[in-house]
T-cell receptor, first 115, second 115 residues
Framework: AQSVAQPEDQVNVAEGNPLTVKCTYSVSGNPYLFWYVQYPNRGLQFLLKYITGDNLVKGSYGFEAEFNKSQTSFHLKKPSALVSDSALYFC?????????????FGSGTRLQVQP | GAVVSQHPSRVICKSGTSVKIECRSLDFQATTMFWYRQFPKKSLMLMATSNEGSKATYEQGVEKDKFLINHASLTLSTLTVTSAHPEDSSFYICSPPGQGASEAFFGQGTRLTVV
């Protein structure tokens, strides 16, 4: 079975500072990894994904994520945070080799960017 | 990406009544739809998978008789919460399955409040 861990319930950062939202995963075989953002009472919006190849993945709104196979991590990063980035962020995994199509989500991390 | 319309976005109902949530795929045909439930400050949990032309598949621990799922056509999947109780209050989200490396897309979600 696969699992995703987001160790921080909340991350606070000042506007203009870099941000990191942590994610580690456990999966049999190779993973497809995803980050989604959720605003209040809304569905999830796709930010970026890792499939294969370059470990640094660039996504929407200036976000990027670094895949680290040895540490089984896929941390979300942004060089300069905006107040509008404040939202709930989910990391998710889909095993590459099992044919399972549903995503397994982490518990979510609330990002609070202070002006 | 796939466009999914979920309705209603919010609903308040009395205990004991039933509520139907609709999920429509607007620009593609969906033979399968995932239904997730999100508890406050918690991750999304897969409840069930609806299948066009056959019975839904429920995850372990999900009451089939309480959460009726129907996949009436290639563009419509519905979730009916029957005999609702306050503990059924939650945020429900539908999502057509991505496959392989493709990202999943999500409906806007439905905030159900049972009073």
């Amino acid at each position: 079975a696969q699992s995703v861990a987001q160790p921080e319930d909340q991350v606070n950062v000042a506007e203009g500072n870099p941000l990191t939202v942590k994610c580690t995963y456990s999966v049999s075989g190779n993973p497809y990894l995803f980050w989604y953002v959720q605003y209040p009472n809304r569905g999830l919006q796709f930010l970026l994904k890792y499939i294969t190849g370059d470990n640094l993945v660039k996504g929407s709104y200036g976000f990027e994520a670094e895949f680290n196979k040895s540490q089984t991590s896929f941390h979300l990063k942004k060089p300069s945070a905006l107040v509008s980035d404040s939202a709930l962020y989910f990391c998710a995994v889909r095993p590459m080799d099992t044919g399972r199509r549903a995503l397994t989500f982490g518990s979510g991390t609330r990002l609070q960017v202070q002006p | 990406g796939a466009v999914v319309s979920q309705h209603p976005s919010r609903v308040i109902c009395k205990s004991g009544t039933s509520v139907k949530i609709e999920c429509r795929s607007l620009d593609f045909q969906a033979t399968t739809m995932f239904w997730y439930r999100q508890f406050p400050k918690k991750s999304l949990m897969l409840m069930a998978t609806s299948n066009e032309g056959s019975k839904a598949t429920y995850e372990q621990g999900v009451e089939k008789d309480k959460f009726l799922i129907n996949h009436a056509s290639l563009t419509l999947s519905t979730l009916t919460v029957t005999s609702a109780h306050p503990e059924d209050s939650s945020f429900y989200i539908c999502s057509p399955p991505g496959q392989g490396a493709s990202e999943a897309f999500f409906g806007q979600g439905t905030r159900l409040t049972v009073v």
